[in-house]
């Protein structure tokens, strides 16, 4: 079952005007299309109408277009394995009846879109009853005009258009995000916040928005003093593990394990391309197969950006 990583709570009047759509929207089959910032909660948006829709029975499958395009194409459509001849069904089949979601679409492959549209204006024939959402962080209509996105793909999305504000946009609801995760990271006993904490969380800049939020808090909770969240407690902007190797030379670079360098790399990769695995595996110069292993690696570790990355 999916687990949603960002929680949909706010009284921003943009946030609830995207929510209400959303639901509305939720009883037809429409094609939807999910803009926003990175870790604005475009998948878990999407989950909310899977859970408001008369298919809420069937499956909802989230298929990240920034993976490996061969990986990719398989997921969507299925693959038969070498050896065994056995076939797996892709998402499209594997959906029948639910939703699939289309994460990052526009990192999906040019030739692909076209195969993909052609393939979606061909599903009833196969009898194929599957909704189909997509969300991404860029500005489809820019790619379009520069020739890296299929209009036709656009046009199929964009009949519904939902569009998730960033947290400085939404900068009344942090307090209330921050009640609400301590709420959840509570365990045996409450967890409280101090003044001072609640401040530092207020004026942040969440680059990553409603996700890092979390993700600071999550971590604040596991280091909390004696069940207060205080200044201590958190550790976004200057990680402590971070800060335990760290020393400063006379050229004032920071010095750290090899190990942690080359985790910041990649969560600065990362960032830097909404999570466009591909477009970060370039800008590292490594393989793609590479980076996969690599986040896999520093998830096994439990480091929480990667734990919580999609």
Not at 107 to 113: G, I, K, P, T
Not at 212 to 231: F, S, V, Y
Request: hydrophobic share 40%; net charge neutral.
């Amino acid at each position: 079952m999916y687990a949603a990583s960002v929680s949909l709570v706010g009284n921003d009047l943009n946030f609830k005007q995207s929510l209400e759509f959303a639901k509305n929207i939720s009883v037809t089959k429409s094609p939807v299309l999910v803009t926003g910032d990175l870790g604005t909660g475009k998948r878990s948006l999407c989950y909310f109408m899977h859970t408001n829709s008369a298919r809420k029975a069937g499956a909802f499958i989230v298929v990240d277009c920034a993976g490996e395009i061969s990986r990719v194409e398989q997921e969507i459509l299925g693959y038969r394995e070498e050896g065994t001849g056995k076939f797996f069904k892709g998402a499209l089949e594997r959906g029948n009846g639910g939703i699939v979601v289309f994460a990052n679409i526009d990192a999906l492959d040019e030739n692909f879109q076209k195969r993909l549209y052609k393939i979606i204006q061909e599903l009833p024939d196969y009898e194929l009853d599957v909704r189909l959402a997509a969300t991404t962080t860029k500005n489809l209509s820019k790619l379009v005009a520069a020739g890296r996105f299929q209009r036709s793909l656009l046009s199929y999305f964009s009949c519904a258009q939902i569009n998730l504000n960033n947290l400085k946009e939404r900068a009344t609801d942090i307090e209330l995000l921050v009640n609400h995760f301590i709420a959840e990271f509570s365990t045996e006993a409450e967890l409280s916040i101090s003044e001072e904490a609640m401040d530092k969380l207020l004026n942040h800049n969440w680059n990553a928005n409603i996700a890092e939020l979390r993700e600071a808090l999550e971590t604040a909770a596991q280091n909390n003093n004696q069940g207060i969240i205080d200044l201590e407690s958190l550790s976004m902007g200057d990680k402590k593990q971070d800060l335990r190797l760290i020393e400063i030379d006379e050229e004032g670079f920071k010095l750290m394990s090899l190990r942690d360098a080359e985790k910041l790399l990649i969560k600065k990769a990362l960032i830097y391309t909404s999570e466009n695995r591909t477009q970060a595996a370039k800008i590292l110069g490594v393989s793609i197969r590479t980076l996969r292993n690599k986040i896999n690696e520093y998830r096994t570790d439990g480091t929480n950006y990667f734990v919580n990355l999609r």
